[in-house]
């Protein structure tokens, strides 16, 4: 099981891979929102925002999302490290349940070009 420590990493190396990217993958890391990744195995939510290409992790906190982001991640510690590192796709983690994403329909538009 990862740990938050790890899970953190993955948020911030997520973040770096955003603001590297070009193109299409760049125009979507740009929009401006506030974001929430509840790491369910861990019982813990990263809460912050997506800003200026980054995601920008403000505070850390245990259970879930205290406010309702406009970006909400839900998924174990374990697939967050694999996603972020190459060894899980998106689409498929998604359509199986295991990664859980709730936004706006234009923001899920918009965040297909990152995935």
């Known amino acids: 099981m990862a740990t938050i ?3 953190r990493t993955a948020l911030g190396k997520l973040s770096d891979n955003m603001q590297g990217a ?12 506030s974001v929430s990744c509840h790491i369910t195995d861990l019982d813990v939510t990263f809460a912050g925002r997506m800003t200026g290409g980054r995601i920008e992790v403000d505070e850390t906190h245990p259970g879930p999302p ?4 406009q970006i909400r991640l839900a998924m174990a510690g374990d697939d ?18 295991r990664v859980k994403l709730e936004a706006s329909l ?10």
């Open 5 to 7: 420590e790890e899970c």
């Open 106 to 115: 234009l923001d899920l538009f918009r965040l297909r070009k990152l995935l």
């Open 66 to 69: 205290r406010e309702k982001a």
């Open 22 to 33: 070009d193109g299409d993958v760049r125009a979507a890391a740009a929009l401006d929102r």
């Open 80 to 97: 967050l490290v694999a996603l972020v590192g190459g060894e899980l796709n998106f689409a498929t983690a998604w359509g199986s349940g």
